[in-house]
């Protein structure tokens, strides 16, 4: 289907539900569900300098981190949308412990998995945050839905996005295998999002890299002889690279996107209580790698294997993390599994 700049998001979700005569219209009306939300928190984050919406909230989240004000904003905004849209079953957030139920009489057929607000430790110095989705369909018989439903691989999810909330608010999602990714830029003086990065493809090859290299010392060996390789200076490999790092996943993995790159987020010797790493497999590294492959990119662990066919045994799983530009994916691959 031809892409036009300027297209709606909500007609780009008819088109590409018109394509497929068997579909109910379900994964659209939930897809539209989550925009307005999005529009919702877009507004409140635009105005987090001006309102008391700034700094902690005093709580702590399941993950032991402090929760900011926003995060408590932006997890409550989407709650209140989903848990009596109709499309779906059952929701799971990064910031709550369990699983979240949707109000009697609204259960779906879909399930919703989501990182509020990501990079939320970056709001106070208005850096670049997000909020990142996933979405599966219900794989069990009890309509209200179970943790069983949740915890699916990658690769069966239906939809993945993120929005970006930056000096523009982007919204980036597929639909799966063959429906590519696409962009969509909010108008604010409409309230709209428009297509402005139609079929993206993230380049194959790149010269940047993201990882935060505070914590060399705590490396291990494969992790610091991949970096140091890629520091060398060899101009026939197009090295070396540089260092992009932000520290706000939405905001690295979304310019690596658009201009190619590799983020590593793997596991180190500093984070004895985070032995898998410190990435959310349901809310943040099987989304990504969904959005990434159908871009032409490439999701790894530390150790080879594909995020998206991992399989959850925990609602707040963690898993290191190599993704990015397939060719540098793939030599980075050869330096964790050497």
Known sequence: ???????????????????????????SGLLNELIVAAKIISAEVNMAGL?????????TNVQGEAVQKLDDFANATIKRRMEQCGYICIMASEEEDGIIPV???????YTLAFDPLDGSSNIDVNVSIGTIFSVHRK???????????????????????????????????????????HGFTLDPSVGEFFLSHPDIR????????SINEAYTNYWYDSTRNYIEYI?????ESGRPYSLRYIGSLVADFHRNLISG???????????????EGKLRLLYEAAPMAMIVREAGGLAITDDGGDILDIKPTSLHQRVPLIIGSSKDVELAKRFFTS
């Open 1 to 27: 289907m031809p892409k036009r700049l300027g297209v709606t998001v909500s007609r780009q979700i008819m088109d590409s539900q018109r394509l497929h005569p068997e579909a109910t219209g379900d994964l």
């Open 51 to 59: 309102a008391d919406i700034l700094g902690q909230s005093g709580k």
């Open 103 to 109: 109000l009697d009489g609204y259960e779906g057929k």
């Open 139 to 181: 794989i069990t018989v009890d309509v209200k839905g179970t943790e069983a439903d949740l915890l699916q691989k990658g690769s069966q999810q239906v939809a993945a996005g993120y929005i970006i909330y930056g000096s523009s608010t982007m919204l980036v999602y597929t639909t799966g295998v063959g429906e590519g990714v």
């Open 202 to 209: 993230t380049p194959d090859r790149s010269k940047y890299y």
């Open 231 to 235: 520091k060398t200076v060899d101009k």
């Open 261 to 275: 790159g590799i983020f590593l987020y793997p596991r180190d010797k500093k984070n004895t209580d985070k032995p």
